[in-house]
């Protein structure tokens, strides 16, 4: 059986990866500044992790989710600690997509309604409803078009208090920071505002913080830059630091029915023992105050390179701007300086999205890189 192909892929075979760096199998080593997709929260291979992991797989791994499982009960009560959303009860799932599918469920099963607002160039996921308030054409099917999705530009809030007030909407969802649409996000004031239109017309806000979340802005979650309070926040990536996982944090004033949402895998064992090595390291190494710290250093030092226009996002989830095109740069960044960043639906965007423990030298070896390069 072959593989059904819908990846363009670089030819590199990671084979062992550690903190930062990841190792091909010809033993070339590269500057991990993409962590897979903005996944990797706490390094590769982190031992503490690895070791808890280990360990429960010579316990349990999985059994399902008609029986107690106090990793799930563990791992809810410190992230509600950790991300100061104590008033938030979880849902746990194994993939981003599957954490937008279940919130929008839940917005339409307690609004009774469907509609939804999105925004242009956001990205939800590729399922069902996902894909649905995701603004690419090229990856919804006609099966998709059945949800009925307004795409509204961000920041115009009018437009958008306009829609709320027709009284079909379930909900509005919003990513904290944009991530593959190119690093675009809301306005303090425009979040405070959208808040409020969405409580006084009965509309569920739900976060999305799938890639901005964990630590990657700086704070916790993206919006807690905002002092807002979402309905509904999701999260996946960084959760798991590469485990697969997924999770819905949904305010307690939201009360669960038994059967309501439901799931085989979401919150098995290993996948939990992973979120709460995560959220122990990310405590126990100050994770989130070394993003703000590199985050610095890093607007520093760009500065050194005139070819980047603008650099945007937050924290260590950044888009350096070009005014050329980057996927001839990216390329060059990982075969002749090994190196590993991403590129995002604006094509001048090159994306860095680093593990949260990289240090101020590996943002040098970067610069260097680019300066030579261009
Ligand atoms: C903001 C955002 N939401 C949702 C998703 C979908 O997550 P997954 O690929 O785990 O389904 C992504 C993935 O890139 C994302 O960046």
């Avoid at 059986?1 to 892929?9: G, I």
């Avoid at 993409?34 to 808890?52: A, C, F, L, P, T």
């Avoid at 023992?273 to 890093?298: C, G, H, M, P, R």
């Avoid at 226009?309 to 260590?316: E, F, I, N």
Wanted: aromatic share 8%; proline share 2%; charged share 25%.
């Amino acid at each position: 059986m072959n593989l059904f192909n819908v990846y363009p892929l670089y030819d590199i075979r990671p084979i062992r990866a550690e903190v930062c760096y990841i190792w091909d199998d010809k033993n070339i080593k590269y500057l991990d500044l993409y962590g897979g997709h903005g996944v990797i929260s706490i390094g590769h291979s982190h031992e503490d992790y690895v070791e808890r992991l280990k360990d429960q797989l010579d316990r349990i791994g999985f059994y399902s989710n008609s029986v107690q499982n106090p990793l799930q009960v563990e791992l809810a009560g410190k992230l509600g600690k950790s991300s100061n959303c104590e008033d938030y009860n979880l849902f746990l799932c194994n993939s981003g997509a599957e954490a937008n599918e279940n919130a929008l469920k839940m917005a339409s099963f307690i609004t009774k309604k469907k509609r939804v607002i999105s925004f242009k160039n956001s990205f939800h996921g590729r399922t069902s409803a996902a894909v649905a308030v995701t603004d690419n054409e090229q990856i919804t099917a006609p099966i998709n078009k059945q949800q009925e999705v307004t795409f509204l530009d961000l920041d115009k809030i009018d437009q958008i208090l306009y829609e709320l007030e027709k009284g079909d909407v379930c909900a509005v969802i919003i990513e904290g920071v944009q991530g593959v649409g190119g690093l675009d996000e809301g306005s303090t004031d425009f979040f405070k505002r959208l808040e409020k239109g969405c409580n006084e017309n009965d509309v569920l806000l739900i976060l999305d913080e799938i890639q901005s979340g964990y630590g990657r802005t700086g704070k916790f979650f993206a919006f807690q830059h905002h002092g807002i309070k979402p309905d509904i926040i999701t999260t996946a990536k960084g959760m798991g630091n590469g485990f697969p996982i997924g999770g819905v944090l949904i305010l307690d004033r939201i009360k669960a029915e038994l059967g309501i949402l439901g799931t085989t895998f979401g919150g098995n064992h290993l996948a939990c023992s992973a979120a709460i090595s995560v959220l122990d390291v990310i405590a126990k190494e100050d994770l989130i105050a070394n993003v703000n710290t590199v985050s610095t250093y890093f607007f520093e030092r760009i500065k050194e390179i005139p070819m980047v226009r603008k650099v945007k996002g937050r924290g260590l989830m950044l888009g350096l701007e070009f005014d050329f095109e980057v996927a001839d740069l990216r390329k060059k960044l990982i075969f002749d300086k090994h190196i590993f960043t991403g590129g995002s639906a604006n094509k001048n965007l090159l994306r860095i999205l680093p593990p949260l423990c990289v240090t101020k030298e590996q943002i040098d070896a970067f610069v260097d890189a680019l300066k030579e390069l261009i």
